[in-house]
């Protein structure tokens, strides 16, 4: 083909093709092997004007999607899109006949620059296609393989041809000639790839379908498929969610919002938009299959109760995924727009690979442009009685505070009832036609039982009824118990008095009675198999649970002035400039706190976080939080493990943990107990700590936990903390000469642990960078100094706590580990990248297989650890030292199967850890926390000796 239209093929051409191809789509390589099925699917490429939520009206004027052609009019007239998501079969031979309906061209808005979109392509992933023919692209000398647009948008049409090889998941696919407008626009779709033998069906009406984005899938064991390999037979519900970000976006102008006004276009009022049109700049709002459910429409529910249904059923524009109990569920989860990384996080655990038993049982996924990934999970029975058709609700939700704010959240709904509603007595014509809520999967038939005529006569209250927090746990069980108390706390990051005035933290309460709260999250520790109770008391103070002139400002949010900290007077206000942009007004704060954990398997009631319909058996509501002055009780089984499962507040997602109020729950082998490293008495909570087992290796943990949201004070030198004003960030210092902010993204301060080092203190004293990291210089970094003796296992647990949607890499340097502990054929790593908000990984340093402290040659010395993706979170503080002895230190026990001489005295052994706590004294009625915190143990030597940090180093390594 050519610009002036198409040619027949050249006699070299003609040559080069293959004989038994030269068919639309695959002219010169069949990738279909002979006698093998074809599915054909004709769809257009088409644009509308899409609602991604309809109670606040945010629409996409300029929304492009690919649709079968028999949805193409409905749609146009308004029917909901959705991700076109074709149902393919291993051994499938595919044909897509694309036609472009697309105008000629796009943009001329506030997001976009108008611009020639005359052609569109269908260019696909994993699967097997001639690249000259079927390719959706004109990349180098290849064909140009795009539909041309026509007037009246009336453009051309064109085959392409593919071959599902294997099972690979996914297949997903995208316009490849104007990738950067398309993408943002919606143009992407994807194939999820099943066994033979499979076949799919509507979720509710249970009739045959080709496409669909959550359907039910059964399969048939035994079926052999093209390859020679054997089919499970395993049925299950299949889920496809579609992340996008960078969405252009726009919503009516607000009378109560004082500066909408000042933006009003054609299309409305944009949301978050760019700088210019066409700019560089993060803009737009993120979206899950073409919907969204921001915090802005729920503005009128208290922050504790956001991911609920409240009082009329508002679902979530979002999609709502269901499943009887014991059903099987397979996550297809695809990032096709545009830029940000993403972490998906869910109320279950997962195999990280889900074709390797051995690898890492997560709860939140990192997911970044381009990529798919396949979760498999099982939907958990709650064991409700009377009053509702649903089991439980459980919450899925990409992690970055961004994410959260703009809506990338729903639900995954768990039925206990096919069928409810009250009994009718047959009629004349017989039984009235019952409607089922969704069909049972053909091997799991019984899961939803018939709920009809439940409420005709009730019983009385209490018969049966399930009391929370649940009983998840078996009688034989061992329980762990801990008291924890959730306080206000001004947490000081730095010995520069870097702070957080607004801080929260959780806490053991007999730490909290005895005023010897740490300045570091709270870690606690049970063992696999455990029953972990949790009591949480709400100890904050309601008067400082107040909006501030001073948060992690996010997309679309009217940002904060730096010259006055009087609410709301410091919000940023018109008239108009390169700065100001139309915003919403920042959300109330609750006082309401509670602990959400991972990797557990608990009942709803313990799971932290009000959502759905969050009520009991009887359809009462029951607050999974708690107020000023309550307590709650969470309830959760350690069936996972060993691992890390991170804990965090849901009764405010948008202010408590980046404020703090997170920490975690380490799941140790049966057996275990814990020590401190310091004088090897029994370890009750702390970040870092010697795990005792008595049949396996001992070993060091420390656990690592970042936050890339805070919003920090800077230390006056006055003394007065009424005169601290806001750590500057990028916000205040990148500004371009038409005063161009950066990206709400890039805003904020970063920490480990409740602490940082930001290069600008250091380099305030000393302007040689080489010597940024030395201890010499500037004494130890405020940051956790882990230590170790050389040659010890060493597992560091590593996570995002909180954040934006940047995502951060973990590096050590000089010491390597398998990515995934448990897999021998795991690949080695010297940094782990992919950390999201949710996300952790495990850094085991095995003397038995790379090495342990030190590196493969155990060299004492001091060794950097760092994030390493973007520059701004190593400067702003996030790195730290490990320092590794060659000899004994006297703060410093060794592992009790690895004696050192001159180390700290090892206590007598506890044996493994108790199964229930001691009880805890009662909590005072008011606070004896002080209002400022101690600054981190670490001190300032600004000279130390050569002892101090690193006299026994054996060579090598040293920062």
């Not at 053991?508 to 520790?525: A, F, M, Q």
Request: proline letters at 10%.
């Amino acid at each position: 083909r050519s610009a002036t239209g198409v040619f027949p093929p050249t006699p070299l051409e003609k040559a080069a093709a293959d004989p038994g191809a030269q068919k639309p789509g695959g002219f010169f390589q069949d990738p279909c092997p002979a006698g093998r099925p074809e599915k054909t699917f004709e769809i257009s490429a088409i644009q509308l004007s899409q609602t991604y939520n309809d109670k606040v009206n945010w629409r996409n004027p300029q929304s492009r999607v690919y649709v079968l052609n028999t949805d193409r009019d409905a749609v146009l007239a308004g029917k909901k899109p959705e991700p076109f998501s074709p149902l393919l079969n291993v051994g499938d031979c595919v044909i897509y006949k694309l036609t472009n309906k697309l105008p000629l061209t796009y943009g001329g808005t506030t997001f976009d620059r108008l611009q020639t979109t005359n052609e569109v392509g269908l260019h696909q992933h994993m699967v097997q296609f001639d690249v000259l023919s079927s390719d959706g692209a004109a990349n180098g000398w290849n064909y140009d393989q795009g539909a041309d647009g026509g007037p009246n948008l009336n453009g051309q049409t064109i085959t392409y041809r593919d071959f599902v090889h294997e099972n690979t998941s996914t297949n997903s696919f995208h316009d490849h000639f104007y990738a950067n407008v398309h993408q943002d626009a919606g143009l992407f779709g994807g194939g999820t790839i099943h066994d033979a033998g499979c076949v799919f069906r509507d979720t509710k009406t249970n009739e045959p379908v080709a496409i669909g984005t959550m359907v039910s899938v059964h399969c048939t064991q035994g079926v052999v498929d093209y390859t020679g390999a054997t089919t499970s037979g395993q049925d299950y519900r299949n889920v496809s969610l579609f992340i996008e970000d960078h969405v252009p976006m726009f919503k009516p102008a607000d009378p109560s919002t004082s500066n909408d006004d000042q933006f009003v276009t054609a299309n409305g009022v944009p949301i978050h938009p760019a700088k210019f049109p066409s700019s560089n700049d993060d803009q737009g709002v993120m979206g899950i299959n073409y919907a969204l459910e921001p915090m802005e429409a729920r503005k009128d529910m208290d922050p504790s109760r956001v991911f609920t249904t409240g009082d009329s059923n508002r679902l979530p524009a979002t999609p709502m995924p269901m499943a009887f109990p014991g059903d099987k569920i397979k996550w297809r989860i695809f990032q096709l727009s545009q830029e940000e990384s993403h972490g998906i996080n869910l109320d279950a655990s997962w195999d990280l690979e889900p074709k390797d038993p051995e690898s890492n049982r997560v709860s939140a996924q990192h997911i970044g442009i381009l990529e798919y990934f396949e979760m498999n999970v099982k939907a958990i029975k709650e064991g409700k009685k009377y009053g509702t058709p649903v089991d439980r609700d459980e919450l899925y939700y990409l992690g970055g505070s961004d994410d959260m704010y703009l809506g990338a959240w729903g639900y995954l709904r768990v039925m206990r009832c096919q069928y409810d509603g009250p009994y009718i007595a047959p009629g004349p014509d017989g039984p009235p036609p019952r409607v089922p809520n969704m069909y049972p999967l053909p091997d799991n038939p019984t899961a939803g039982i018939d709920c009809v005529g439940e409420w005709d006569n009730p019983p009385k209250p209490g018969d049966g009824r399930s009391q929370p927090p649940g009983t998840p746990c078996l009688t034989s069980q061992p329980v762990k118990s801990f008291s924890i108390v959730a306080i206000n706390r001004d947490i000081t990051y730095n010995k520069a008095g870097d702070h957080d005035p607004y801080g929260l933290q959780y806490a053991l309460e007999s730490d909290y009675t005895n005023n010897t709260v740490k300045n570091e999250p709270l870690v606690i520790r049970a063992n696999a198999g455990d029953c972990v109770e949790i009591t949480l008391k709400n100890r904050v103070d309601p008067a400082k649970m107040t909006a501030s002139c001073f948060e992690g400002v996010e997309p679309g949010q009217l940002g904060y002035r730096t010259s006055t900290l009087s609410f709301p007077g410091c919000l940023d206000q018109p008239p108009k400039d390169e700065v100001n942009v139309p915003g919403f007004m920042p959300l109330p704060v609750s006082n309401r706190v509670s602990i959400r954990p991972q990797l557990t398997n608990h009942y709803s009631y313990s799971a932290g976080v009000n959502v759905g319909e969050n009520v009991d058996g009887w359809g009462r509501f029951y607050d999974r939080t708690v107020g000023p002055g309550e307590q709650i009780t969470y309830r959760w089984s350690l069936s996972n493990g060993p691992g890390m499962a991170m804990l965090r507040d849901m009764a405010d997602p948008m202010h408590h943990a980046s404020h703090g109020l997170y920490g975690a729950l380490v799941i140790e082998p049966q057996g275990s107990s814990y020590l401190n490293p310091a004088d090897g008495t029994p370890l009750t909570s702390g970040v870092s700590a010697v795990i005792s087992h008595p049949t396996s290796a001992d070993y060091r943990e420390n656990v690592v936990l970042m936050n890339s949201d805070l919003a920090l004070f800077r230390q006056n030198t006055n003394a007065n903390v009424a005169d601290d004003q806001p750590v500057p960030d990028n916000f205040d210092l990148v500004r371009t000469p038409s005063r161009e902010a950066d990206d709400a993204e890039d805003q904020g301060e970063f920490s480990v642990n409740y602490s940082n080092e930001p290069w600008a203190h250091r380099y305030a004293t000393d302007q040689n960078v080489t010597n940024i990291f030395s201890s010499y210089v500037h004494g130890d970094p405020s940051t956790p100094v882990f230590q170790a003796y050389a040659g010890d296992k060493t597992v560091f647990h590593v996570g995002q706590a909180v954040g934006d949607p940047r995502s951060t890499s973990f590096a050590l340097h000089d010491h390597l580990w398998r990515r995934a502990p448990n897999d021998p054929e795991s690949q080695l790593a010297a940094a782990q990248g992919q950390f999201n908000p949710g996300v952790s990984y495990p850094i085991v340093l095995d003397p038995a297989v790379t090495g342990g402290a030190g590196g493969r040659r155990a060299a004492a010395g001091d060794y950097l650890y760092r994030s390493g993706t973007l520059a701004r979170h190593l400067t702003g503080g996030q790195w730290g030292i490990f320092r590794v002895h060659g000899t004994g230190q006297p703060t410093l026990i060794a592992l009790p199967d690895k004696p050192m001489a001159g180390s700290a005295p090892l206590a007598p052994s506890p044996g493994p850890s108790p199964t229930t706590s001691p009880t805890t004294s009662p909590s005072p009625t008011t606070s004896p926390s002080p209002t400022t915190s101690p600054s981190p143990t670490s001190t300032t030597t600004p000279k130390p000796s050569i002892s101090a940090p690193c006299g026994d180093c054996g060579g090598g390594g040293g920062v």
